[in-house]
């Protein structure tokens, strides 16, 4: 059986971050973070870059995959993992606010509900279905203990 190939969210992520661009630059709305608030957005961009890079390099060490979709081999509750079980789509997502607040136009903001609905609805609820098939009652006492986002 020939299997489709899926855009993985990393795609996503950098479709959302050229949106962000072309909005400010070819359809400038409104500024509505200033010089020098807009340089806030590097700390975000900094602590998102951070997360998503601790939450793989966890996965990496469990002997997981990272690609959603994979078969996870282990369920990872350490870390970050232990606030939200998404840590490496909140730090995307803490990465694309940073991007926006560095631009400080209105429309930078515009592409991040859209990544965040995309994540939510074509990733995180089939990984959740997985898991739960995969890990069972383990997963689901995480699941009730920790939040998805934050």
Known sequence: ??????????????????????????????????????????????????LAAIASGLFKRAGTPVIPFEPSTALVTSGPYRFTRNPMYLGLVLILLGAAMLFGALGAFLPIPVFVWIIQTQFIAGEERFLEEIFGAQYLAYKGRVRRWL
């Open 1 to 50: 059986m020939e299997q489709k190939r899926k855009i993985i969210p990393p795609v996503y992520f950098l479709l959302s971050l050229l949106a962000m661009a072309a909005l400010h630059f070819w359809l400038p709305i409104a500024r509505i973070v200033p010089v020098p608030w807009s340089y806030g957005g590097s700390v975000l961009l900094i602590l998102g870059i951070a």
